[in-house]
């Protein structure tokens, strides 16, 4: 009960009371999954693992599949919040969900299969939409309106992800509904930031403004502040579009101020980038120029794009930092958020602002998140498109944004930029993606949206 309603330390003392006087085995495991759950709330993670390390080992000494789905499931929450390891995460997750099938466990596969499902959002692997909705329909024969209002959560992310915003709004009313029937603040925060996020996209500044401002308040209430964070930082990017910097400015004080709490580079990533957005919108409303803070903005989207492996942050590993770039990218081309929103659905050819994928009108997207050298070019490719339409780019150009830490010799440099043009031809931009003498470049008469 305590843990439901955002006591977290109560809850703490609770579950480690329990473990201290449980008469056997099977409890013992159980208090240390509930108390490992209010370990991972409280962000101690090293303690919250030697906890599910522990019941995890009871559990398959006593043969209890149940138990050791939710010892491993715990520990693909710990994997991916600590260290951000997507491929442990989703190899507990999925080992979890293999257990908890057989032993028939619906609600707590229901759980697993969510978190698997979050897990593919993020890497764009699998089918997460399909997953989630296949979750959805399990948590409504369960009749577990808070599992359901989780799930539609996600679903609405990953809807919108993928720019179903319809689609993604209906899920997202819908959490919200479910949220308020079973009385839960952070569902219905998130539910209710994530909405706003959604309308800011689509120029709504001032009904996303009040949007965002509901769901932190509910978040604090839940003592939800990574998402306070995020759903603040976001808050900024609409106030600064609007012209109300200072109100921006002092909301993203606040960002730096919870940001103390953590150790999470996403959420500081998110900060700086809605920081220099605001930069760049007090520029213009004081009437100066503007060429510095906007190429500081595309440094920093392509800082975080282009991010080696041994990095921490890179944009195709979270969500919210794709969600804020696309509301950041707008305001580097003076356009509003629903313009550039209009531009993109009648576009021949659409490009993800971090490169993560293109769309040729008509066609799946093609995904390119774990093809870096492509990425970076077709993002190279896509901003000179827009910037300077039918100059080239040279090759010598295009190794150093696609291997911009590499000492290739010359050979070497013409085959790999042979073989991704040809990959990037193959997925979409052939006869849009033209030689030149001096160079490459997207047909300037073809029409382009970054996204």
């Known amino acids: 009960a305590h843990m439901l309603v955002g006591l977290i330390d109560l809850a703490r003392q609770d579950f480690e009371t329990a ?22 709330e409280g962000q101690l993670f090293s303690h919250a693992q030697t906890q599910l390390e522990s019941a995890l080992q009871t559990a398959r000494t006593l043969n209890s599949p149940v138990l050791a789905g939710r010892a491993l499931n715990s520990l693909g929450v710990l994997a991916r919040r600590a260290r951000g390891d997507l491929q442990a ?93 079973v009385g839960d603040p952070r569902i219905e925060g998130v539910a209710r930031g994530s909405l706003a996020a959604i309308r800011h996209e689509l120029g709504g500044l001032e ?61 500081a990533s998110l900060v700086e980038l809605q920081s220099a957005h605001c930069a760049l919108c007090e520029r213009r409303l004081r009437g100066l120029d503007d060429h510095d803070e906007v190429q500081g903005v595309r440094d920093l989207i392509a800082r975080l794009s282009n991010a080696d492996e041994d990095q921490t942050v890179m944009v195709h590993d979270s969500e919210d930092l794709r969600l804020a770039i696309r509301l950041v990218l707008p305001s580097l081309h003076g356009v509003a958020p629903s313009t550039a929103r209009e531009a993109a659905e009648h576009a021949e050819l659409t490009i993800a602002s971090d490169g993560q994928w293109l769309q040729v009108a008509g066609v799946p997207r093609q995904d ?63 006869g849009r993606l033209l030689t030149r003498d001096d160079g490459y470049l997207l047909d300037p008469k073809a029409s382009v949206a970054i996204v």
């Not at 089918?127 to 296949?134: M, T």
Request: aromatic share 4%; charged share 25%.
């Open 207 to 267: 009904e996303a403004r009040q949007g965002y401002a509901q769901a932190v308040a509910l978040l604090f209430a839940a003592e939800d502040h990574k998402n306070a964070v995020v759903f603040t930082a976001l808050c900024s990017g609409a106030e600064a579009t609007l012209g109300l910097v200072a109100d921006a400015r002092r909301s993203l004080q606040r960002c730096a101020d919870w940001l103390t709490m953590f150790g999470d580079p996403v959420l």
């Open 89 to 181: 995460a989703e190899a507990h997750y999925a080992e979890a969900a293999q257990l908890l099938r057989g032993a028939g466990d619906r609600r707590w596969l229901a759980m697993v299969l969510n978190n698997l499902a979050t897990v593919h959002m993020v890497s764009l692997r699998g089918d997460p939409i399909r997953e989630l909705q296949q979750v959805v329909e399990l948590a409504a024969a369960l009749c577990n309106r808070r599992l359901e209002g989780r799930v539609r959560v996600n679903l609405g992310a990953a809807l919108h992800d993928r720019g179903r915003l319809t689609e993604a709004s209906e899920s997202l009313r819908e959490a919200i509904s479910l949220a308020e029937r």
């Open 368 to 430: 390119l998140s774990r093809r870096g050298p492509a990425r970076r070019i077709l993002v190279q490719l896509a901003e000179q498109r827009i910037h300077a339409p039918g100059r080239p780019l040279t090759g010598e150009q295009l190794v150093a944004c696609g291997w911009p830490s590499e000492q290739i010799v010359a050979s070497a440099r013409a085959a790999r930029l042979a073989t991704t043009l040809l990959l990037l031809r193959r997925l979409g931009l052939r």
């Open 19 to 40: 473990v201290e006087q449980a008469s056997d085995d099977e409890l013992t495991a159980r208090a240390r999954l509930g108390l490992a759950g209010a370990l991972l």
